[in-house]
Protein backbone atom coordinates (compact mmCIF):
# COMPACT_ATOMS: atom_id res chain seq x y z
CA UNK A 1 0.00 0.00 0.00
CA UNK A 2 3.08 2.46 0.66
CA UNK A 3 4.58 1.45 -2.78
CA UNK A 4 0.98 1.88 -4.20
CA UNK A 5 1.09 6.09 -2.46
CA UNK A 6 4.86 7.04 -3.13
CA UNK A 7 3.82 5.94 -7.18
CA UNK A 8 0.67 8.05 -6.91
CA UNK A 9 2.39 10.98 -5.50
CA UNK A 10 5.32 10.49 -8.05
CA UNK A 11 2.15 10.57 -11.27
CA UNK A 12 0.72 13.42 -9.80
CA UNK A 13 3.79 15.31 -9.34
CA UNK A 14 5.15 14.39 -12.69
CA UNK A 15 1.78 15.27 -14.82
CA UNK A 16 2.16 19.16 -14.89
CA UNK A 17 5.52 18.38 -16.49
CA UNK A 18 3.96 15.98 -19.06
CA UNK A 19 1.18 18.82 -19.92
CA UNK A 20 1.23 20.07 -23.57
CA UNK A 21 0.03 23.13 -24.88
CA UNK A 22 -0.81 23.20 -28.16
CA UNK A 23 -2.06 25.39 -30.78
CA UNK A 24 -1.55 27.34 -34.33
CA UNK A 25 -0.02 30.40 -35.87
CA UNK A 26 -1.85 31.63 -39.19
CA UNK A 27 -2.37 35.12 -40.87
CA UNK A 28 -5.29 36.72 -41.16
CA UNK A 29 -6.25 36.65 -44.66
CA UNK A 30 -9.72 37.23 -44.55
CA UNK A 31 -8.64 40.58 -42.21
CA UNK A 32 -11.55 39.22 -39.92
CA UNK A 33 -9.40 39.74 -36.39
CA UNK A 34 -10.36 36.43 -35.44
CA UNK A 35 -9.37 32.66 -35.82
CA UNK A 36 -11.02 30.85 -38.55
CA UNK A 37 -11.14 28.81 -41.46
CA UNK A 38 -9.74 31.63 -43.90
CA UNK A 39 -6.96 32.17 -42.30
CA UNK A 40 -3.30 30.73 -43.99
CA UNK A 41 -1.02 28.56 -41.65
CA UNK A 42 2.40 29.98 -41.11
CA UNK A 43 5.30 27.64 -40.66
CA UNK A 44 8.79 28.63 -38.96
CA UNK A 45 7.15 30.42 -36.16
CA UNK A 46 8.92 30.25 -32.69
CA UNK A 47 6.82 30.28 -29.99
CA UNK A 48 7.64 29.53 -26.56
CA UNK A 49 6.37 28.51 -23.17
CA UNK A 50 9.04 30.36 -21.01
CA UNK A 51 11.30 27.86 -21.19
CA UNK A 52 11.42 25.75 -24.51
CA UNK A 53 11.06 27.03 -27.66
CA UNK A 54 9.65 25.28 -30.88
CA UNK A 55 9.11 26.32 -34.20
CA UNK A 56 5.62 26.03 -36.17
CA UNK A 57 5.26 23.03 -38.89
CA UNK A 58 3.69 23.30 -42.10
CA UNK A 59 0.13 23.61 -41.56
CA UNK A 60 1.21 26.07 -38.88
CA UNK A 61 0.99 23.55 -35.50
CA UNK A 62 2.80 23.83 -32.56
CA UNK A 63 3.15 21.45 -29.27
CA UNK A 64 5.04 22.71 -26.26
CA UNK A 65 5.34 20.70 -22.69
CA UNK A 66 5.46 23.63 -20.43
CA UNK A 67 7.51 23.88 -17.43
CA UNK A 68 6.67 24.68 -13.33
CA UNK A 69 6.90 28.59 -14.43
CA UNK A 70 4.95 29.11 -17.57
CA UNK A 71 2.38 31.39 -17.38
CA UNK A 72 2.33 32.08 -21.14
CA UNK A 73 2.33 30.77 -24.37
CA UNK A 74 3.56 33.43 -26.51
CA UNK A 75 5.18 33.83 -30.24
CA UNK A 76 8.07 35.69 -31.78
CA UNK A 77 6.46 37.82 -34.03
CA UNK A 78 8.18 37.07 -37.80
CA UNK A 79 9.28 40.13 -39.77
CA UNK A 80 7.13 41.07 -42.20
CA UNK A 81 3.97 40.52 -39.61
CA UNK A 82 2.04 41.97 -36.76
CA UNK A 83 -0.19 40.92 -34.06
CA UNK A 84 -2.58 42.33 -31.75
CA UNK A 85 -1.11 40.20 -29.36
CA UNK A 86 2.08 37.82 -28.96
CA UNK A 87 1.22 36.17 -25.47
CA UNK A 88 -1.55 33.94 -24.44
CA UNK A 89 -1.87 33.96 -20.60
CA UNK A 90 -2.05 29.40 -19.52
CA UNK A 91 -4.68 30.88 -16.56
CA UNK A 92 -7.35 30.85 -19.31
CA UNK A 93 -6.61 27.02 -19.60
CA UNK A 94 -7.67 26.85 -23.37
CA UNK A 95 -8.05 23.87 -25.62
CA UNK A 96 -6.20 25.61 -28.24
CA UNK A 97 -3.59 28.88 -28.42
CA UNK A 98 -4.00 30.23 -31.67
CA UNK A 99 -2.55 33.33 -32.96
CA UNK A 100 -3.20 34.85 -35.79
CA UNK A 101 -0.75 37.86 -37.46
CA UNK A 102 -1.47 40.54 -40.14
CA UNK A 103 1.49 41.25 -43.17
CA UNK A 104 3.00 44.58 -42.27
CA UNK A 105 5.53 46.51 -44.83
CA UNK A 106 6.87 48.58 -41.93
CA UNK A 107 8.30 45.64 -40.02
CA UNK A 108 9.76 43.41 -43.28
CA UNK A 109 12.90 46.17 -44.40
CA UNK A 110 16.00 45.13 -43.06
CA UNK A 111 16.37 49.24 -43.15
CA UNK A 112 14.35 50.36 -40.37
CA UNK A 113 14.40 52.41 -37.03
CA UNK A 114 12.62 52.05 -33.54
CA UNK A 115 11.96 54.67 -30.51
CA UNK A 116 13.20 53.54 -26.79
CA UNK A 117 11.62 55.47 -24.30
CA UNK A 118 12.93 54.71 -20.57
CA UNK A 119 12.10 55.53 -16.86
CA UNK A 120 8.84 57.80 -17.30
CA UNK A 121 8.25 56.70 -13.74
CA UNK A 122 4.66 57.73 -13.49
CA UNK A 123 2.99 58.47 -10.51
CA UNK A 124 0.43 61.44 -11.74
CA UNK A 125 -0.80 62.30 -15.13
CA UNK A 126 1.11 61.15 -18.54
CA UNK A 127 2.25 64.94 -19.72
CA UNK A 128 2.78 66.27 -22.81
CA UNK A 129 5.91 64.40 -24.01
CA UNK A 130 2.80 61.62 -25.25
CA UNK A 131 1.76 63.77 -27.74
CA UNK A 132 5.13 64.82 -28.62
CA UNK A 133 5.88 61.15 -28.98
CA UNK A 134 2.30 60.47 -31.06
CA UNK A 135 3.01 63.43 -33.27
CA UNK A 136 7.18 61.98 -34.12
CA UNK A 137 6.12 58.43 -34.62
CA UNK A 138 2.90 59.50 -37.28
CA UNK A 139 5.84 61.49 -39.15
CA UNK A 140 8.73 59.15 -38.76
CA UNK A 141 6.74 55.22 -39.01
CA UNK A 142 9.66 53.48 -36.59
CA UNK A 143 8.96 49.64 -37.24
CA UNK A 144 7.99 49.86 -33.25
CA UNK A 145 8.20 51.69 -29.68
CA UNK A 146 9.68 50.03 -26.54
CA UNK A 147 9.59 51.51 -23.28
CA UNK A 148 12.78 50.30 -21.21
CA UNK A 149 10.82 49.83 -17.67
CA UNK A 150 10.07 51.65 -14.85
CA UNK A 151 6.64 52.29 -15.38
CA UNK A 152 6.73 52.51 -11.50
CA UNK A 153 4.27 51.18 -8.99
CA UNK A 154 0.99 50.33 -9.35
CA UNK A 155 -0.63 53.57 -10.42
CA UNK A 156 2.06 54.03 -13.46
CA UNK A 157 1.65 49.89 -14.37
CA UNK A 158 -2.09 50.36 -14.29
CA UNK A 159 -2.31 53.62 -16.30
CA UNK A 160 0.54 53.63 -18.91
CA UNK A 161 -0.54 51.04 -21.56
CA UNK A 162 -3.95 52.76 -21.07
CA UNK A 163 -2.59 55.50 -22.56
CA UNK A 164 0.81 54.39 -24.21
CA UNK A 165 0.20 51.33 -26.56
CA UNK A 166 -0.23 49.86 -30.06
CA UNK A 167 -3.71 51.85 -31.12
CA UNK A 168 -2.59 54.75 -29.22
CA UNK A 169 0.96 55.64 -30.63
CA UNK A 170 -0.63 53.83 -34.32
CA UNK A 171 2.47 51.11 -34.05
CA UNK A 172 3.83 48.22 -32.52
CA UNK A 173 4.63 48.77 -28.80
CA UNK A 174 6.67 46.37 -26.17
CA UNK A 175 7.69 46.78 -22.84
CA UNK A 176 10.32 45.92 -19.97
CA UNK A 177 9.98 45.57 -16.67
CA UNK A 178 12.39 47.55 -14.25
CA UNK A 179 12.75 47.75 -10.62
CA UNK A 180 10.74 49.57 -9.97
CA UNK A 181 7.84 47.73 -11.67
CA UNK A 182 8.18 44.74 -8.97
CA UNK A 183 5.58 45.53 -6.14
CA UNK A 184 3.47 43.81 -3.78
CA UNK A 185 1.36 40.40 -5.06
CA UNK A 186 1.81 37.05 -4.69
CA UNK A 187 5.53 37.66 -6.25
CA UNK A 188 7.18 41.26 -7.96
CA UNK A 189 6.35 40.46 -11.49
CA UNK A 190 2.44 40.07 -10.76
CA UNK A 191 0.69 42.55 -11.63
CA UNK A 192 3.39 43.40 -14.54
CA UNK A 193 2.32 40.45 -16.09
CA UNK A 194 -1.50 40.82 -15.91
CA UNK A 195 -1.01 43.71 -17.89
CA UNK A 196 2.06 43.65 -20.26
CA UNK A 197 2.39 39.74 -20.42
CA UNK A 198 5.73 37.70 -20.19
CA UNK A 199 8.74 39.57 -18.77
CA UNK A 200 11.41 37.90 -21.39
CA UNK A 201 10.48 37.60 -25.38
CA UNK A 202 11.57 37.78 -28.51
CA UNK A 203 10.63 39.86 -31.87
CA UNK A 204 11.78 40.04 -35.40
CA UNK A 205 11.91 42.86 -37.36
CA UNK A 206 14.14 42.95 -40.64
CA UNK A 207 17.32 40.67 -40.03
CA UNK A 208 17.02 41.63 -36.51
CA UNK A 209 16.47 39.39 -33.53
CA UNK A 210 15.27 41.59 -30.83
CA UNK A 211 15.77 40.15 -27.40
CA UNK A 212 13.59 41.17 -24.37
CA UNK A 213 15.03 40.56 -21.03
CA UNK A 214 14.23 41.22 -17.21
CA UNK A 215 15.83 42.85 -14.37
CA UNK A 216 17.46 40.79 -12.06
CA UNK A 217 16.21 42.91 -8.82
CA UNK A 218 13.66 45.81 -7.80
CA UNK A 219 11.50 46.51 -5.05
CA UNK A 220 10.13 43.40 -4.46
CA UNK A 221 10.92 39.67 -5.19
CA UNK A 222 10.62 37.89 -8.16
CA UNK A 223 9.56 34.95 -9.00
CA UNK A 224 11.85 33.99 -11.87
CA UNK A 225 15.72 33.69 -11.05
CA UNK A 226 18.49 34.23 -13.76
CA UNK A 227 19.16 30.56 -14.28
CA UNK A 228 14.99 30.74 -16.12
CA UNK A 229 15.75 33.67 -18.43
CA UNK A 230 19.42 31.65 -19.29
CA UNK A 231 17.14 28.71 -19.87
CA UNK A 232 14.78 30.25 -22.17
CA UNK A 233 17.66 32.66 -23.65
CA UNK A 234 19.62 29.71 -24.66
CA UNK A 235 16.16 27.54 -26.36
CA UNK A 236 15.47 31.05 -28.06
CA UNK A 237 18.93 32.04 -29.73
CA UNK A 238 19.49 28.40 -30.97
CA UNK A 239 16.69 28.58 -33.85
CA UNK A 240 17.60 31.76 -35.00
CA UNK A 241 18.78 32.58 -38.61
CA UNK A 242 22.69 31.95 -38.39
CA UNK A 243 23.20 35.45 -40.34
CA UNK A 244 20.70 36.98 -38.20
CA UNK A 245 21.63 40.31 -35.87
CA UNK A 246 20.75 40.42 -32.44
CA UNK A 247 19.86 43.54 -30.37
CA UNK A 248 18.88 43.41 -26.44
CA UNK A 249 17.29 45.43 -24.43
CA UNK A 250 17.08 45.37 -20.21
CA UNK A 251 16.21 47.71 -17.69
CA UNK A 252 19.72 47.51 -16.14
CA UNK A 253 22.44 46.56 -17.74
CA UNK A 254 22.49 43.34 -18.83
CA UNK A 255 26.12 42.56 -19.47
CA UNK A 256 28.32 44.75 -17.69
CA UNK A 257 32.01 44.83 -19.89
CA UNK A 258 33.47 44.80 -22.87
CA UNK A 259 33.16 40.67 -23.11
CA UNK A 260 29.31 40.68 -23.39
CA UNK A 261 29.56 37.19 -21.39
CA UNK A 262 25.68 36.42 -19.34
CA UNK A 263 26.30 34.51 -16.06
CA UNK A 264 23.28 32.80 -14.56
CA UNK A 265 26.02 30.83 -12.31
CA UNK A 266 29.11 29.20 -12.84
CA UNK A 267 28.24 26.20 -15.11
CA UNK A 268 25.10 28.89 -17.36
CA UNK A 269 26.62 31.07 -19.43
CA UNK A 270 25.86 32.37 -22.75
CA UNK A 271 28.78 34.64 -24.39
CA UNK A 272 27.03 37.23 -27.12
CA UNK A 273 29.95 37.90 -28.70
CA UNK A 274 29.38 34.61 -30.72
CA UNK A 275 26.64 35.78 -32.27
CA UNK A 276 25.86 38.20 -34.45
CA UNK A 277 25.41 40.96 -31.47
CA UNK A 278 25.03 44.82 -32.53
CA UNK A 279 23.57 46.53 -29.61
CA UNK A 280 22.13 46.00 -25.76
CA UNK A 281 19.78 48.75 -24.67
CA UNK A 282 18.48 49.88 -20.99
CA UNK A 283 17.96 52.58 -19.13
CA UNK A 284 17.43 52.47 -15.62
CA UNK A 285 20.60 54.80 -14.52
CA UNK A 286 19.16 58.29 -15.97
CA UNK A 287 21.66 59.04 -18.29
CA UNK A 288 22.52 59.62 -21.50
CA UNK A 289 25.54 56.90 -23.01
CA UNK A 290 26.72 55.58 -25.87
CA UNK A 291 29.70 53.50 -26.18
CA UNK A 292 31.13 51.01 -29.10
CA UNK A 293 32.54 48.03 -27.34
CA UNK A 294 34.69 46.70 -30.10
CA UNK A 295 31.78 46.28 -32.60
CA UNK A 296 28.87 46.24 -30.04
CA UNK A 297 27.24 49.25 -29.27
CA UNK A 298 25.89 49.73 -25.49
CA UNK A 299 23.43 52.45 -25.05
CA UNK A 300 21.52 53.79 -22.10
CA UNK A 301 19.18 56.48 -22.50
CA UNK A 302 17.68 59.36 -20.43
CA UNK A 303 14.59 60.21 -19.33
CA UNK A 304 11.51 61.73 -21.69
CA UNK A 305 9.61 63.15 -18.80
CA UNK A 306 12.48 64.58 -16.75
CA UNK A 307 15.54 64.94 -18.40
CA UNK A 308 18.86 62.97 -17.17
CA UNK A 309 21.23 63.50 -14.08
CA UNK A 310 23.79 64.18 -16.38
CA UNK A 311 21.93 67.09 -17.55
CA UNK A 312 20.80 66.25 -20.91
CA UNK A 313 16.68 66.98 -21.85
CA UNK A 314 14.20 65.53 -21.73
CA UNK A 315 14.68 62.86 -24.97
CA UNK A 316 14.01 59.80 -26.73
CA UNK A 317 16.11 57.63 -28.53
CA UNK A 318 16.01 56.57 -31.93
CA UNK A 319 17.79 54.02 -33.77
CA UNK A 320 18.60 53.31 -36.77
CA UNK A 321 19.24 49.97 -38.42
CA UNK A 322 20.63 50.01 -42.15
CA UNK A 323 21.04 47.17 -44.84
CA UNK A 324 23.72 45.60 -43.10
CA UNK A 325 22.24 45.61 -39.65
CA UNK A 326 24.30 48.24 -38.54
CA UNK A 327 23.04 50.68 -36.09
CA UNK A 328 23.16 54.42 -35.78
CA UNK A 329 21.64 56.75 -32.90
CA UNK A 330 20.20 60.17 -31.91
CA UNK A 331 18.29 61.80 -29.34
CA UNK A 332 15.10 63.35 -30.31
CA UNK A 333 14.15 66.18 -27.63
CA UNK A 334 10.59 66.14 -26.12
CA UNK A 335 9.05 69.98 -25.12
CA UNK A 336 10.51 71.89 -27.89
CA UNK A 337 7.86 73.99 -29.83
CA UNK A 338 6.64 72.66 -33.16
CA UNK A 339 7.74 75.90 -34.70
CA UNK A 340 11.03 75.52 -33.18
CA UNK A 341 11.14 72.45 -34.48
Known amino acids: MKRLSVILVS ?81 ENRKSYDFILTESERTKPRIHSFVQITDTEVTGGMGRWVTDLQQYIHNEKPAFLIHTGDICYEPGLTIHNQVVNAQTMDCPVYYCIGNHDLVKGNYGEELYESLYGPTWYSFDIGNVHYVVTPIDHGDNPTNYTQRDVYNWLKNDLALIKKDQALILFNHDLFTPNDSFIFKADDDHILNFRSFNTKAQLYGHMHYNYVRNQNGIYTICTGTLDKGGIDHSPSSFREIKVDANDNITTQLRYAFIEPQIA
Open 11 to 91: FLLYLPLCAQFKGTVSVDTNQSGIVDKGDKPLAGVMVTDGMNVVKTDKKGRFSLPGFEKTRFISITTPAGFETQQFYLSTK
